[in-house]
């Protein structure tokens, strides 16, 4: 019988990934949750096999119906920056889905988390430490979890938000980093690794996985975007210092 996996966030930018993954493979049921079954994303993964289940990390008793009689589950929390309370809103959503998947009795959790920046750096940064803390949460109460950590995505090059068009025609690549090197994945390509760790259980049960597709600088990132777009020409943001005198 194939094991139900029940993915969280299967319309956005990871879980969806994770579900075409999953649905390509036998082994393996999809379910979905999401806020609204009508939408074009939502039916398009129930077209393709995936069950779909309406649902809310604001609802408890939504996320324990959508994780009822499933195997394992994606987790991926959303945080809501337009609100002055995202922080302690994802950790309280963080919570709750964890505390559903252990009502459950779900046996394998995959969750998207990122790096405790207050803890290893001794600064904050809110957009982390809210996942770093939902992660830890999960560890305490002793759920069967395996983190996974997302880079920057390549995919981003897509958004306007992150490539701007100048004046003199050129583009800015918006991450003020200079020369050190980062990560980055095609987040298209991670839902396989996603999927070959719920294959793998045992092997995978209790770790952290970093996901990395290269490591490069943001100068060697344009370079080879406008070697490859050219006529275009891609730079990166200039970092420009501030200093504050008392």
């Avoid at 939408?39 to 990390?57: C, M, N, T």
């Avoid at 009795?105 to 995959?110: A, L, N, Q």
């Avoid at 997302?150 to 583009?171: N, Q």
Wanted: hydrophobic content about 45%; aromatic content about 10%.
């Amino acid at each position: 019988m194939a094991k139900i996996i029940t993915v969280f966030g299967a319309t956005g930018a990871q879980g969806g990934p994770v579900a075409n993954a999953l649905l390509a493979d036998p082994e393996f049921k999809v379910r979905i949750v999401t806020r609204s079954a009508s939408s074009a994303k939502a039916k398009a993964l129930q077209e393709r096999g995936a069950e779909v289940v309406e649902g809310s990390f604001d609802d408890p008793f939504s996320l324990v119906r959508a994780l009822q009689g499933a195997h394992g589950t994606f987790v991926m929390t959303q945080y809501f920056i337009e609100r002055p309370d995202f922080y302690q809103l994802e950790i309280q959503q963080g919570k709750a889905v964890a505390d559903a998947a252990q009502a459950a009795g779900v046996e394998h959790v995959v969750f998207s988390s990122l790096d405790a920046v207050q803890k290893t750096m001794g600064f904050p940064c809110l957009l982390y430490d809210s996942k770093a803390h939902v992660e830890e949460y999960m560890k305490t109460i002793g759920l069967p979890v395996t983190v996974v950590k997302y880079p920057l995505y390549y995919e981003s090059y897509l958004s306007l938000r992150l490539v701007k068009k100048l004046e003199d025609d050129t583009y800015e690549i918006g991450y003020a980093i200079e020369g050190a090197a980062m990560h980055a994945v095609s987040v298209a390509d991670m839902g396989f690794a996603v999927r070959e760790i719920f294959k793998n259980r045992a092997e995978w049960l209790g770790r952290t996985v970093g996901f990395s597709g290269g490591k490069h600088t943001i100068q060697q990132h344009a370079d080879i975007l406008s070697k490859h777009l050219a006529p275009n020409v891609f730079k990166p943001t200039k970092v420009t210092p501030t200093m504050t005198v008392s």
